[in-house]
Structure formats: structure tokens, C-alpha cells
């Protein structure tokens, strides 16, 4: 197998994705393959789940790279939260425990992050000067954090708090929020706007991208937002966290 080639595996609350990547092209060389992410998401059943996927994809050599991608802060291999995940994976050593469980070396790291390296490598941030925050609309909110290019891991922008009703803002803004409350393009617009513009008015940055299967429909809700930065929607889309993680596999 060539050696610009190498799998991204990402893992959310609902799906687990997977797939062969380019990484000159920053492209799916096979069909994305998904299962669902097993009941309470402990990690057994996760690890059981991503076996099933690189059997489908056929890419179970040990030789060919892996990266995956977590819900989670992760720190030295370890994952330090967890969120839409069980709790179980807080603080526990998950990168050697899916090396153990999968017979190879792999490359673990936060799936918004994964994202941002897609975005900025092949997408949306590249190019890009001063700070591009990128976020991914779905079961919560992730974020990625870019500045000239570089990766500042780890940000957690969708747990910023809502000082009237005191939850996170991911469970007020996220797609999820929208399905949950049955709400209209412009009624979530509403709720999107009340969290960029506090985001906007923390950072100060240059870009927002705006990711996750959503951004598919990104006319319906963008034009809807008034903000001073310019927003746009992710060029990967939901494929982001497959071809970040699978671009970090070969660093």
C-alpha cells in the first residue's frame, strides 16, 4: 500500500465513521463506513465496534497507519473527559487500550481537533492567517482552535457556560438541540447566534468554520447569523474527522 495512504477512524456519540484516506489529496480512497456507537458507549463496545469497522473497510494490516478520533480532551493518550460517551473513559489510558485491543500502533486525539487538521491541511483554514475557530455541530459541539496554521489542542467551546439557565452551551446550540426541540432553521439560527457572538466576543477571531453533518445545510441557517467575522461552512463536512485523524496517523 502506498505510503500517503492511511485510516481515519471517528468516533462520536451516535456514529462511529471510517474510511481509507488520500493524504495528498486529503480524500476518501473507499466508501465511508458506519455503525452505530453502541448503548452507553463504554470501552469495550467501542473497541468492538471499531474492529467491525476496519473489517468492513478490509484495512486490518497492522502496517497500514491509524489515527482516531475521540470525544474527548486527550492528553499523552489519555482521555480526560467524556462527552456523550460513558464516564468510564475519564482519565483512562484509551490510546493504549485500543493499541492493545487492535494489535497496532495508532495516533489518538480529540475529534474536533482532527477536524481543524482536516480543515487546515485541505480545507476551509488553509492559508489561513491569524485565528480560524472551527466547530462541529452535532450530538454536542467540538471545537478546534488554528492559529497561523498550527493547532492549539484541546479547546472545549461547547461546555462555555449559559449564565441564565446554567448548562452548557452545546446542550442549548448543538444539531441535537434543534432535533431535540423540534425547532425551525430559524429558531435554532437564534440559538446559534447567541453562541457565536459570545464566542466572537471571547476570541476575536478571523474565521469561523462550522462543520459536522449540518453544515451539508449550511444556507439554510449561515446567512441567518449576523456576526463581524466571516463564517463558512467546513469543505470536509462530516468526513473531517476521518481525514484529520488519518492525515495525524503519518503525522
Keep these: 500500500m502506498a505510503s500517503k495512504t492511511a485510516v481515519g477512524i471517528d468516533i462520536g456519540g451516535t456514529g462511529i465513521k471510517g474510511g481509507l484516506v488520500d493524504l495528498d489529496e486529503g480524500k476518501l ?15 469495550p463496545d467501542v ?10 473497510l478490509g484495512v486490518e494490516d497492522p502496517s497500514v497507519p491509524l489515527g482516531v478520533a475521540f470525544p474527548a ?7 480526560l473527559s467524556a462527552a456523550n460517551v460513558s464516564p468510564k473513559w475519564i482519565d483512562f489510558e484509551a490510546e493504549k487500550f485500543f493499541e492493545d485491543g487492535l494489535g497496532r500502533d495508532i ?17 476551509a483554514a488553509r492559508g489561513k492567517d491569524g485565528l480560524t475557530i472551527l466547530t ?22 461547547g461546555h462555555v457556560q449559559r449564565a441564565k439557565h446554567g448548562k452548557d452551551a452545546e446542550a442549548y446550540a448543538a444539531y441535537s438541540a434543534m432535533e431535540r426541540d423540534e425547532l425551525s432553521w430559524a429558531e435554532w439560527s437564534a440559538r446559534l447566534q447567541w453562541y457565536y457572538s459570545h464566542i466572537e466576543f471571547l476570541f476575536s477571531p478571523d474565521l469561523f468554520i462550522v462543520g459536522g453533518g449540518v453544515s451539508k445545510h449550511a444556507d439554510e441557517f449561515l446567512p441567518l447569523l449576523d456576526l463581524k467575522t466571516p463564517i463558512v461552512p467546513a469543505v470536509h463536512r462530516n468526513n473531517a474527522g476521518i481525514i484529520g485523524a488519518a492525515a495525524l496517523a503519518l503525522g
Design 73 to 79: 480532551i486527550v492528553k499523552s493518550g489519555r482521555t
Design 47 to 56: 473497541l468492538a465496534a471499531v474492529v467491525k469497522v476496519l473489517a468492513q
Design 29 to 43: 480512497l473507499s466508501d465511508r463506513i458506519k455503525v452505530a456507537t453502541p448503548q452507553g458507549a463504554e470501552p
Design 136 to 157: 462541529t455541530l452535532g450530538t454536542g459541539i467540538g471545537s478546534a482552535l488554528l492559529y497561523n496554521g498550527v493547532l492549539i489542542p484541546n479547546s472545549e467551546l
Design 107 to 123: 495516533h489518538f486525539a480529540n475529534d474536533a481537533d482532527v477536524a481543524g487538521i482536516a480543515e487546515v491541511r485541505y480545507g
